[in-house]
């Protein structure tokens, strides 16, 4: 940020004069170098994305073939299906025992099944309700997901595949996120956006930039400073007019 958008403390050439020996001081403190800016990705509150699609299934067999054909049993017509042969009406899904002969199906672990038959039983089932997907299934913090049931925990909008915040174990979308938890610069009084580099000093949080002497501007950041009514100095100015 410029130096149009910081405090006027920050640019008042008459700052200074506050501190002369005539004026009222305050109690001038020394601190340790501040840590190193991290990025907030590595705050308590991370950033992170949903991703959605079909949960996966592995291929769909076509429909059984129908043919004209004499094995040892009998003659007449029967589906081929699988390297096998099979009587029309004994071609059917292990589960609710629909005939086969037409549609699609699969095949797992030896059994056959109708695709919905399939879905209910090998389909993930919703980290929230806990009912199986069926349908469009959301992957994220690790688990699977309904599209309806991830959602905002404030404005309970679904988040689909946008990006997302976690505070306190619950997803928030960014609006939400910024509205209820976003951090603001001392320096400057703008938002630290994910991803800033940002300290922690003075018991406020700071763009790396914006973290400088309140008199003369200089940088303050991994270096000495001192204090006077929570304003940042280096140590020059912090003496000079005590």
């Not at 020996?21 to 601190?31: A, C, I, L, R, Y």
């Not at 950033?47 to 949960?55: I, N, S, T, Y």
């Not at 994910?194 to 914006?210: I, K, P, Q, V, Y």
């Not at 303050?220 to 940042?232: A, I």
Request: net charge positive.
């Amino acid at each position: 940020p410029g130096p149009a958008s910081r405090p006027p403390w920050a640019v008042d050439p008459s700052f200074a004069e506050r501190y002369a020996p005539d004026k009222t001081s305050t109690v001038v403190s020394k601190h340790s170098q501040p840590a190193t800016p991290t990025p907030m990705q590595n705050r308590s509150s991370i950033v992170q994305a949903a991703a959605g699609g079909p949960h996966p299934r592995p291929l769909q067999h076509p429909g059984p073939v129908l043919a004209d054909v004499a094995v040892s049993c009998c003659r007449g017509r029967y589906l081929v299906a699988l390297g096998h042969y099979y009587h029309p009406e004994e071609f059917t899904c292990c589960q609710c025992r629909k005939v086969l002969d037409e549609g699609g199906f699969f095949e797992e672990k030896g059994s056959i099944f109708c695709p919905k038959c399939y879905d209910t039983r090998y389909a993930p089932s919703c980290a929230k309700c806990k009912k199986k997907i069926t349908g469009e299934v959301m992957h994220a913090l690790k688990m699977t997901w309904h599209v309806q049931c991830f959602t905002c925990a404030a404005c309970k909008t679904p988040i689909r595949n946008r990006a997302f915040y976690m505070e306190e174990g619950q997803p928030y979308c960014e609006r939400d996120y910024e509205k209820m938890f976003g951090t603001k610069c001392r320096g400057c009084d703008f938002k630290i956006d994910a991803g800033d580099r940002f300290l922690e000093a003075l018991g406020f949080s700071w763009h790396d930039t914006c973290f400088v002497c309140a008199i003369c501007q200089t940088n303050l950041e991994g270096k000495t400073f001192y204090s006077k009514k929570d304003k940042p100095l280096c140590k020059s100015h912090a003496f000079s007019h005590v």
